[in-house]
């Protein structure tokens, strides 16, 4: 063997062999699976999210529903209590909002 000659056999001249058919389908089915689990997981995380922001959203109402039956029992006292007053707060928040729709 003659130390100056190129050696070839430790390269592989060979072009690599194309994938076979049933590597790609096995390759793609593990893909579509595992997208199906994505999907299947990113609905599930979006439908709690929704469920927690709705349950927020009717507490919310909730209270301010019972806030606004509580103000409206207060002024009902109120004006109950001071009718020639309430009757002069309306009129002057009338007269006033009357002049600034006017502008």
């Known amino acids: 063997m003659d130390p100056h000659a ?39 995380i979006a439908a709690d999210k929704a469920r927690a922001l709705a349950s927020d959203v009717s507490h919310r109402v909730e209270g301010a529903a019972h806030s606004a039956r509580a103000l409206r029992g207060e002024l009902e006292r109120e004006v109950g209590q001071y009718p020639l007053a309430a009757l002069g707060i309306a009129a002057g928040v009338g007269y006033l909002l009357g002049r600034m729709s006017h502008r």
Do not use: C, G, N, Y
């Open 6 to 44: 190129p050696q070839t056999d430790f390269l592989d001249t060979a072009a690599p062999s194309p994938p076979e058919a049933s590597d790609v389908s096995r390759q793609l089915q593990i893909v579509r699976d595992d997208m199906a689990k994505l999907t299947s997981q990113v609905s599930s």
